[in-house]
């Protein structure tokens, strides 16, 4: 018997066992795969360790949010790296632009681009640091079009949400600006691999006497009384607890829930049907040693001035994000660098219902089309990278699906909607009354938005306010 047990072992539910295991909550996390982490996990090649999706953080500084709730945490001595003053770089249309640590930097820094819409810049970076639950019904691209009177500029912010799915009829403001907001505050990089964040949370938890076991896949939930009575895994394992957190994709805990009359058939539609996000497409390549050196920002790169059209339709890549990995030793030689571009689902829908590693050679060489493509912008920041790269691996949505349980392999979960907001984002609660959820499908995607939903989940067990 526990006090909590946690389906899933991605940053979510990890957060949730570290900091319910420091109350003193007897903690288990079962994830069903052999490597826990999901989308934090980095995997080896060769010498090599490659990140599955971190890249950086923000707000780490002290008094800013990210700050205060890793060091809650016990995550703020792992070796954080600030990036450049100049942490996000921009290139449109040829033209190149910076984004610089600050709200008054930043909105200055384009300023210098764009005199004639200081104020604008002003009245939009004040608007960040003030964002409400209001936001969640404004449309982003709406928003923007009545801030910025410049086409350019209103592409030029939006830029670095390539971290998000930059839809224009939808997109809610609240998630736009929670993506922006804390890296202009402040900006790092981990000087390491992400195992390292997943291992420091997972010997939190062991050390308060906690368990973490992998290839423990829970397949039903028990339910008497209206609470979940128990979790029943794979091989035949059943473990009990008080409470339940739940860190899958809220459709495939439905799957988990068949059995469980509480749950009624308006929940499980709701969560069933929901619309997911794109995946990403990311080539990661090695670079052969003495190529290049490290640059401590990140460059988004498009090819024309629109950056919100990125996923509407079946076309080449029109945009790439470049993300340089810390060297690990003390020179400055680069070894590894990211590119992603967004990818819908129904660009990798023809090879979904082949296994890993069976889907022919017109699969590899689709993937082989997109880094060239990935790659073709990349020089526009990087020239001559084609002849720089030593090694390079892909992964698609479907790799997403394969490995994390991602339904249509959607990198930042299920979609927010401005215009059903009531549908689209979701109570840490659920019918049944000490079942929670927790992730990046429940209310914010990316780092910090998991971060603040698992704070506000164990919100629920500790009867805390969240932070």
């Given amino acids: 018997m526990h006090d909590v047990l946690i389906i ?66 016990g995550l703020l001595d792992l070796p954080w790296q600030r990036m450049d003053e100049d942490f996000d770089h921009v290139i449109i249309g040829g033209r190149h632009f910076a984004f610089r640590q600050g709200y008054e930097a930043f909105a200055e820094g384009l300023a210098k681009d764009f005199p004639h819409q200081r104020e604008a810049l002003h009245s939009y970076v004040q608007r960040l640091q003030n964002i409400t639950a209001d936001d969640m019904d404004i449309c982003a691209y709406d928003y923007l079009r009545q801030t910025f009177s410049d086409e350019l500029l209103l592409n030029v912010v939006s830029a670095a949400a390539m971290k998000t799915e930059l839809r224009r009829e939808s997109l809610p403001l609240f998630n736009f600006a929670h993506t922006c907001s804390s890296y202009i505050e402040s900006s790092w990089r981990l000087k390491g691999n992400g ?43 059943t473990y009990k607890a008080e409470f339940y957190i739940s860190d899958i994709h809220p459709a495939v805990l439905c799957e988990l829930l068949e059995g469980c009359p509480t749950v009624r058939r308006v929940f499980r539609r709701r969560m069933e049907a929901a619309e997911n996000t794109c995946g990403m497409f990311t080539a990661q390549l090695s670079i052969k040693p003495g190529a290049l050196r490290y640059f401590a920002h990140n460059v988004f790169v498009y090819d024309k001035p629109n950056v919100w059209t990125m996923t509407e339709e079946n076309t080449p890549v029109k945009g790439v994000m470049i993300s340089a990995r810390v060297p690990e030793d003390s020179s400055d030689d680069l070894r590894q660098i990211d590119l992603l571009t967004p990818m819908p689902w129904h660009e990798c829908k023809a090879w979904a219902e082949t296994r890993v590693g069976r889907r022919g050679e017109d ?90 939903t698992a704070f506000e989940t164990c919100s629920k067990i500790t009867r805390d306010n969240a932070i």
């Fill in 8 to 73: 899933g072992s991605g940053l979510g539910g990890l957060e949730c066992g570290a900091l319910l295991a420091k109350r003193g909550f007897r903690v288990l996390v079962l994830e069903g795969s052999n490597q826990p982490g999901g989308c934090m996990q980095s995997f080896r090649r060769g010498r090599l360790h490659y990140d599955t999706g971190l890249h950086y953080v923000g707000g780490l500084a002290p008094g800013q949010v990210m700050h205060q709730a890793f060091a809650q945490l």
């Fill in 195 to 237: 195992n390292m964040l997943v291992n420091k949370l997972i010997s939190i938890i062991r050390e308060a006497g906690g368990e973490v076991r992998t290839n423990s896949k829970v397949t039903r939930l028990t339910e008497a009384d209206g609470r979940i009575e128990s979790a029943v895994c794979a091989d035949g394992q």
């Fill in 363 to 452: 699969y590899n060489a689709f993937c082989r089309q997109k880094t060239e493509q990935c790659i073709a912008l990349a020089e526009q920041y990087i020239p001559g990278l084609h002849d720089m790269v030593e090694q390079c691996y892909t992964s698609t949505p479907l790799t997403y699906r394969d490995y994390l349980g991602n339904p249509e392999g959607g990198a930042f979960g299920m979609r927010k909607d401005c215009r059903k907001s009531m549908l689209t984002f979701h109570s840490v609660g659920s019918p049944l009354q000490n079942l929670f959820l927790t992730g990046q499908s429940i209310i914010l995607p990316g780092i910090e938005g998991v971060t603040m």
